[in-house]
């Protein structure tokens, strides 16, 4: 069943369009995303959807009686109520049954059984009843306990007020609210903001399995993959559909792309050919007519345009001027917290040169407190840190309180860098898509994504060899964390962050730590490899009862073939984690080999013996561990290809 279908929608801002052509159907069940960079309008079309705003052009039409929920980007509720009476009030029709029903009763109670009228309230009492019962008259408070219990909230949180809770339980508040009021199409607007680990893996579950449509605006690549089932690309101010999920859309819209772009080569290849003929024959006269056919063809030709994608992307790379010693950070007993109220502790690990370590745990857990503990930000309440020999730290701080409100974008680079000119400047914060008039705005003008786009440009002018990131995703559009992610994969120095997004810790992170408020334990891989080892943990303490047919000590042939897939899996993601590390390796010892190779092809070295021979020898201690690198390479390649086979 078709439930709403938007035709040709445009909107207009001015003489300049946003969007235009819009087409969208949204069937009954069905999961849609839509996807697009910042920007692009993808909350103004969810308004539109929603009916909150109307389009400049264009028809959206909706199913007869169509309920819908929309849920703004981090609307939090506003309500005087406390929890439960607030979520309570969406029941409210129950409420009014269940009052008619009981009136029912008491007249029952007064009128003679044998009478007609009493068979009449009877038939109204026994109507009332069933449908009472169909729509959930004696389920809707345990659905709210549900609800409130996926989202973090316990009973002993259920009378607090609503008003005295932070914005990110508001929000979570006004998510779980239009959940129970199950529409039959759900419009989120970026849902996952303030959600942890936990409570998202919980939305996931609920809303794959919910009644109605799912409509969703997110950056969270992980989420979306596990939910929806086709995605609108809103890209070059008009929508794409695609069938899948995002991952499938990722790989379909790139094989688009190629398929176009070749087409239209061999279009451009043709026209080529044809106007060359023109051209040379059009003034002969025994080819003239081939000609003219030729040219008629051409003006015919129903011409392609250049296939394009919106390309403008930041890029960028993080450098070191130095390398650091192994040991980068030790950490031992730490407890964190402010004014002696302890957060989390007693907290102990270790990072070495090369790793790159994801801190996951629940919100408040006091991760971002660990950052700046490390920092010395924040005084440790006990326990000891060390960091490092030669180490260089970069921080990138998700509050954005390393900003000035009231400098330029311009001066916020600039004045930390005074001796760099102006242009090259510019360049720069240009690689960071600030350009024309945007250098001149103030901080406090500026976006969340744009601030955080603005802290990435000068974590990139600073020679860093340790970054220290707190959920450097935050509001950045999914090209941008690609981008990011790039630059880590590609940074040479070690690199520990907090982050929530799941898809970011599955590109990036080499370890996982995993924070409580007791302690925190460490994972070798990244977050799917962190999910494989706590089911695997979590399925070794479980102790079956002596009557189960788990109890026997052998496991059924598909519960060993599930376990032996996963630990497969696993121990090819770590043999390949192997060769990348060799891989890497080898690229920076030739890169210093051919270093040291144009150093003693400078002709005032050439003639110097001692300096030369100086040279030589590190040459050769060069040419020495990248011959043990290749071979510990074509060793562990080796490995990984016979895994394969």
């Known amino acids: 069943m078709l439930l709403l279908q938007a035709n040709n929608v445009e909107r207009r801002f001015g003489a300049d369009v946003l969007f235009h052509n819009v087409n969208m159907q949204i069937d009954e069940h069905s999961r849609t995303a839509l996807v697009g960079r910042n920007g692009a309008g993808k909350t103004t079309l969810l308004k539109m959807i929603a009916g909150i705003t109307e389009p400049d052009e264009g028809v959206i039409s909706k199913a007869h009686g169509l309920t819908i929920g929309y849920l703004a980007q981090d609307q939090g509720l506003d309500s005087q109520n406390t929890i439960w009476a607030e979520l309570d ?303 260089e730290i970069g921080y990138y701080d998700q509050e954005q309180q390393q900003l000035h409100p009231d400098k330029t974008v311009l001066d916020e680079v600039w004045d930390d860098h005074p001796e760099v000119p102006e242009t090259e400047i510019r360049s720069l914060l240009g690689s960071f898509l600030f350009v024309g008039d945007d250098v001149f705005k103030t901080v406090k003008e500026l976006s969340g994504g744009q601030k955080a786009r603005l802290e990435l440009t000068k974590l990139s002018f600073q020679p860093i060899n340790f970054l220290i990131l707190d959920e450097p995703t935050n509001h950045l559009d999914i090209d941008s964390r690609e981008v990011l992610e790039t630059a880590i994969n590609e940074f040479s120095g070690t690199v520990l962050f907090v982050s929530h997004d799941r898809y970011f810790l599955n590109q990036v992170s080499t370890d996982i730590l ?3 408020a007791t302690g925190i334990h460490h994972y070798e891989g990244n977050y799917d490899d962190f999910l494989e080892q706590t089911a695997t943990t979590s399925v070794s303490e479980q102790t079956p009862t002596q009557n189960s047919p788990q109890s026997t000590t052998t496991k059924s042939a598909a519960q060993q073939s599930y376990q032996a897939s996963k630990q497969e899996q696993r121990a090819r993601r770590k043999l390949q984690r192997t060769v990348d590390k060799y891989e890497q390796e080898m690229d920076e010892l030739q890169q210093q080999h051919d270093q040291v190779e144009e150093q003693m092809a400078n002709p005032e070295i050439a003639t110097d013996i001692a300096k030369l021979s100086d040279l030589q020898k590190q040459l050769d201690e060069l040419q020495t561990q990248l011959d043990q690198a290749e071979e510990n390479w074509t060793l562990a390649a080796e490995e990984l290809e016979e895994f394969d086979q």
């Open 89 to 391: 009030r969406v029941f409210a029709p129950l409420h009014q049954m269940e009052q008619s029903i009981h009136n029912l009763e008491n007249q029952l109670a007064t009128i003679d059984s044998a009478s007609p009228e009493y068979q009449n309230v009877i038939k109204q009492y026994d109507d009332l009843q069933t449908t009472f019962k169909e729509r959930g008259g004696f389920e809707y408070a345990s659905k709210m306990r549900g609800v409130l219990t996926g989202f973090g909230f316990d009973e002993t949180m259920y009378d607090l007020p609503i008003n005295s809770l932070s914005g990110g339980q508001k929000t979570k508040l006004a998510l779980a609210k239009i959940l129970l009021q199950e529409p039959q199409l759900l419009i989120l607007d970026e849902p996952t903001n303030h959600l942890d680990m936990n409570v998202l893996s919980w939305l996931e579950d609920y809303l794959r399995g919910y009644n109605g449509s799912v409509l969703v605006v997110s950056h969270d690549r992980y989420f979306l993959d596990r939910i929806v089932n086709q995605v609108y690309d809103l890209e070059n101010h008009t929508l794409t559909h695609y069938t899948g999920n995002y991952s499938a859309f990722m790989k379909e819209k790139a094989a688009r792309l190629k398929a176009a772009m070749k087409h239209y080569d061999q279009q451009q290849k043709e026209i080529s050919k044809l106007e060359d003929f023109v051209n040379k024959n059009l003034v002969r006269a025994s080819t003239t007519k081939r000609a003219q056919a030729r040219r008629k063809q051409l003006e015919k030709m129903d011409r392609m345009e250049r296939p394009t994608t919106d390309d403008r992307s930041i890029h960028f790379s993080f450098h070191s001027d130095k390398e650091s010693g192994n040991e980068v950070l030790d950490v031992d007993s730490l407890k964190v917290g402010y004014a002696e109220k302890v957060l989390a502790g007693p907290l102990t690990f270790q990072e070495r040169k090369g790793q790159r370590i994801g801190i996951i745990g629940p919100n408040g857990i006091g991760k971002s407190t660990l950052l700046k503990t490390i920092l010395h930000k924040i005084p440790a309440i006990s326990g000891e840190i060390k960091i490092g020999a030669n180490v």
């Open 514 to 516: 995993d924070m409580s």
